[in-house]
């Protein structure tokens, strides 16, 4: 059984920096894509970016283009967030989740890291 564990969140001033992991263990982790995801508090779950496990192709939210990059390190099965220029409204938990069986269905889900920026 896959599980998948978020690292790398804390409390960080607006304009900073932050890297996520998300570090897949428990089998085989082959999937076809990485995805992340972020939830604040009283707001339904949005899509932030997500990476096919080749690396080949990217996707972006609006809301992060230009400041979020999403890479992979597929011999350590960790998936990263690099997360540039924060705002407060970057504030949320940070959750990664893979899709194993095709593109878009999810299969894992990890448990999230919070990330709070501070004005």
């Known amino acids: 059984q896959v599980q998948l564990v978020e690292s790398g969140g804390g409390l960080v001033q607006a304009g900073g920096s932050l890297r996520l992991s998300c570090t897949a263990s428990g089998g085989t982790f082959s999937p076809y894509a990485v995805d992340w995801y972020r939830q604040a508090p009283g707001k339904e779950r949005e899509f932030v970016a997500s990476?096919?496990?080749?690396?080949?192709?990217?996707v972006y939210a609006d809301s992060v283009k230009g400041r979020f990059t999403i890479s992979t390190d597929n011999p350590k099965n960790t998936v990263y967030l690099h997360m540039n220029s924060l705002k407060p409204e970057d504030t949320a938990v940070y959750l990664c989740?893979?899709?194993?069986?095709?593109?878009?269905?999810?299969?894992?889900w990890g448990r999230g890291t919070q990330v709070t920026v501070s004005a």
């Open positions: 989740a893979a899709s194993t069986r095709n593109y878009v269905t999810i299969d894992y």
């Open positions: 990476i096919s496990w080749s690396g080949s192709n990217e």
